[in-house]
T-cell receptor
Framework: GENVEQHPSTLSVQEGDSAVIKCTYS??????FPWYKQELGKGPQLIID?????GEKKDQRIAVTLNKTAKHFSLHITETQPEDSAVYFC??????????????FGRGTQLTVWP | ETGVTQSPTHLIKTRGQQVTLRCSSQ?????VSWYQQALGQGPQFIFQ???????GRGNFPPRFSGLQFPNYSSELNVNALELDDSALYLC????????????FGPGTRLTVT
């Protein structure tokens, strides 16, 4: 099955700086890549996603890039704020097999933004 | 907020017992997926239900079972609880199966003692 690796596991930045989280995937048939933000005691919240026919997508301070050849995708957060502090998960969904809706998650990145 | 609700919020059970967790999907969504999230890990896929039928399963034993009802709400049942079943159980709903976004509920925290 698909294997998603995520780095770094922890990331500390000063307020106003940028943060970058990187993920790689193994299955070339994967074609949908969402990013989730999970705050303490809550479920994951979808913050941005990208499909395999697009190389980059931006939504205000958040952007995601996808390199299909290298099988990696990244989350970029600019002008970070303390409320961006949370655990971020990348995920991939493959177009192969019997469960098209299954998401494979990375292990998460704990982002801390210091004021 | 996604509109996906789960109950109960927290649950404590003893090893060997059985548990039922419930999920109400977002309005208009006919697909529900269940995930298990151990502490410090990413969610792991358990199974998915589409129009009341199981539509794929991850690497979980048969003692994990589910149901989806005509109103698309869903249940996750776990029999013969083991200590390792302690985790946050998440359900996610989608407009339909296949290539669509999944929206997660707040989860049920299960502790097995």
């Amino acid at each position: 099955g698909e294997n998603v690796e995520q780095h770094p596991s922890t990331l500390s930045v000063q307020e106003g700086d940028s943060a970058v989280i990187k993920c790689t995937y193994s299955d070339s048939a994967s074609n949908y890549f969402p990013w989730y933000k999970q705050e303490l005691g809550k479920g994951p919240q979808l913050i941005i996603d990208i499909r395999s026919n697009v190389g980059e997508k931006k939504d205000q301070r958040i952007a995601v890039t996808l390199n299909k050849t290298a099988k990696h995708f990244s989350l970029h957060i600019t002008e970070t704020q303390p409320e961006d502090s949370a655990v971020y998960f990348c995920a991939a969904r493959t177009n192969r097999g019997s469960t098209l809706g299954r998401l494979y998650f990375g292990r998460g990145t704990q982002l801390t933004v210091w004021p | 907020e996604t509109g996906v609700t789960q109950s109960p919020t927290h649950l404590i059970k003893t090893r060997g017992q059985q548990v039922t967790l419930r999920c109400s999907s977002q309005s208009g969504h006919n697909t529900v997926s269940w995930y298990q999230q151990a502490l410090g890990q990413g969610p792991q896929f358990i199974f998915q239900y589409y129009r009341e039928e199981e539509n794929g399963r991850g690497n979980f034993p048969p003692r994990f079972s589910g149901l989806q009802f005509p109103n698309y709400s869903s249940e996750l049942n776990v029999n013969a609880l083991e200590l390792d079943d302690s985790a946050l159980y998440l359900c996610a709903s989608s407009p339909t199966t296949g290539l669509h976004e999944q929206y997660f509920g707040p989860g049920t925290r299960l502790t097995v003692t």
